[in-house]
Each structure stands twice: as C-alpha cells, then as structure tokens.
C-alpha cells in the first residue's frame, strides 16, 4: 500500500509538470483523499463524488461572484447559507462528501480568484484537469500494482448499503450547520478586525476546513494541533534543506514518492488514519511553491500558511467545545 500510494503521488505530480500545469498539488491532495477511504472500492467511489462536487462548485461558484461580487455583505450571506447545508447534508445525506466539495471548490473558485469572473473560471478549469489527473493515476498504479482480488472489492450496492448506515441524526446535521456558521462569522471578524494579511486567504482557509471539521469533537482538535506542528517541522526542515537542491520533475516527483513512503509505512495501522491524511496534505500544501512551473523557495509562505491553519483551528476548536458545552447543557435540563 506504501508503496502504491507513493507512486501514485509521485506519477501525479510528474504528469502535471510535464503538461505545464501550475497547480500540480490539488492532483495530489486527489491522491492522499483516495488513499485514506477504506478499499479500492471506496476510493473510485470517493472519487467521482469528488469530481461531480468540483463541477457543481464551479457554478456556485461562478453563481456567487456574478450576483453578489461587489456586495460583500450578501455574499458573506451567501457563504454561511451555503456552508450551513453543506455542514448539514454531510451529516444527512449518503452523498455528504459531495455537498461538502461542491462548497469548498465554490469558496476556491470565487475567493481565490479574487471576485474575479476570468480568473476564476481559470482555476475551475485547472481544478477539473488536477482532479481527474490525480483520480486517473490513483486507479491506474492501483490496477496495476498488486490489485485487489474479486474478493476484496467492494460492490456498489454494499457502498450503498454502508453510506445508509453512516447518515447521522437531524440533530447532528444541525449541530454540524450550527458550529460552521459560529466558525465562519467568529474567522471573518478576525480578518477583518485584525487586518489579516494576503488577501482572501484567510477567510478561504477559515471557509473550507469550517466546513471539513464540524463533524469532529473539540477534543479531537488539540490532536490535530499536534500533528500539525510535528508534521511541519519536519516538512519545514526539507522545504530549507532539500527541496531548493532538487532542478528536475524526476527528482521532485522522487522527494514526494519517498515521503508519502515513509508516512503510509509508518502509520499504516486503521487507527493512523488521521496521522496520514495531515501528513499527507500538509506534505503536498505546504511545499506547494516548489511545484510551481518556476519554483520558488520562500519560507514565509510556508510559515505563513501554518500560522492561518493555527488561528483557523483554534477557532474552530474554541467553537466546537462552546457549541457542544451549550447542547449538553440543554439535554440536561430537558431530561
């Protein structure tokens, strides 16, 4: 599994680069979402919800900027609504994976292009190509490299059957919906308030892991605290020392095959599942400058994006443990 994992990383990233493609790391992050679902099975699954939310995304997206682009107000509205029946329908629907991408990509494509119609359709473009590359690769080194017999794969109607089983109650949907929405205002007010540097980054961050993290407890979080420093000091240390000493995409798509190695060899135990998906993602979001088609070499970017991750899961933390002292409180007094 380490093994075809890592290449299948390592052949994304190669790909991208070599068809001159600017942002080779959504491809990749593509691969570590499919390399830490359950089976082959789930992965092709998870895939193709994946790339039906990065479509509907993309016209929300595009939606977003053309009614409310010089009406922040509403589209800050906008945002929660949207966010609040992702949080929602993750916990409602069998298909939660695909109302929480179609929100992220939507965020991505108008926040990250800067309101901008142009620039934004460029990214959703790029999106779709990184994704598919990444989804191909995954499922091609997995056919090819040890596949899974009959026996081990998962059928449609037993995917079906599993995602009925995992849907929450109404009352968790609304709690996820509740804690986005106290995430998003309370992360918006720090950016505004604090004037939070490099453009809409900061609330982009804020909107996407908001809506990703409502469904964990506040205790899972000071874990993910953890990890995270411990996975960027170690990325940090590469990124200064290794990286800038790497000139072609053989090399590059090397470093990354070694890394993913490391992490799915190490942690390969069900009970590491989170360890490998942040060590994945910070891996591939944290080094992203170096897989530019000109690398650049800057650790404040870095330092940087470590930083906004903090400040966006600590608030995420504070909100959850509030949100979930409040709703304990009212099944007190109601029993």
């Known amino acids: 599994m380490a093994i075809k994992v890592a290449a299948s990383l390592a052949l994304t990233i190669f790909l991208a680069l070599s068809f001159g493609w600017d942002k080779p790391y959504w491809g990749a992050v593509t691969v570590i979402v499919m390399a830490t679902t359950e089976s082959y099975g789930h992965a092709i699954q998870k895939v193709s919800h994946r790339l039906f939310g990065t479509v509907i995304g993309a016209v929300l997206g595009f939606t977003l900027i053309s009614c409310f682009g010089q009406q922040r107000e509403l589209f800050f509205l906008s945002v929660l609504s949207l966010g609040a029946i992702s949080s929602y329908m993750s916990a409602r629907s069998a298909n939660g994976y695909v109302y929480k991408m179609a929100f992220i990509v939507a965020i991505i494509v108008s926040l990250a292009g800067g309101l901008s119609e142009g620039y934004s359709f460029q990214l959703a ?39 009925k089983e995992a849907i929450a109650s109404k009352r968790e949907g609304v709690f996820r919906a509740i804690k986005f929405i106290f995430i998003t205002i309370v992360s918006w007010a720090l950016w505004i308030y604090l004037s939070i540097p490099d453009g809409f980054m900061f609330p982009l961050l804020a909107a996407t892991l908001g809506v990703s993290m409502v469904e964990f407890s506040s205790k899972l979080m000071n874990k993910m605290l953890g990890l995270i420093y411990l996975w960027s000091a170690i ?101």
Request: contains cysteine; hydrophobic residues 55%; charged residues 15%.
């Open 125 to 163: 473009v790029i999106r779709i190509q990184e994704t598919l590359l990444g989804a191909v690769c995954f499922s091609l080194v997995f056919s090819l490299l040890w596949p899974e017999s009959n026996a081990a794969r998962v059928s449609r109607k037993q995917l079906a059957v599993q995602s």
């Open 235 to 335: 990325i940090l240390l590469e990124y200064v020392f290794i990286l800038p000493m790497l000139e072609t995409g053989w090399q590059l798509a090397a470093f990354y095959f070694i890394n993913c190695f490391v992490i799915w060899r190490l942690f390969y135990r069900p009970e590491h599942l989170v360890v490998r998906m942040l060590g994945g993602q910070f891996l591939v979001l944290m080094t992203m400058t170096a897989q530019y088609l000109t690398p650049v070499y800057d650790i404040n970017s870095p330092l940087q994006m470590l930083l906004f991750l903090s400040l966006v899961l600590i608030t995420v933390k504070m909100v959850s443990q509030l949100v979930e002292e409040l709703l304990q409180h009212r099944l007190c007094n109601s029993d």
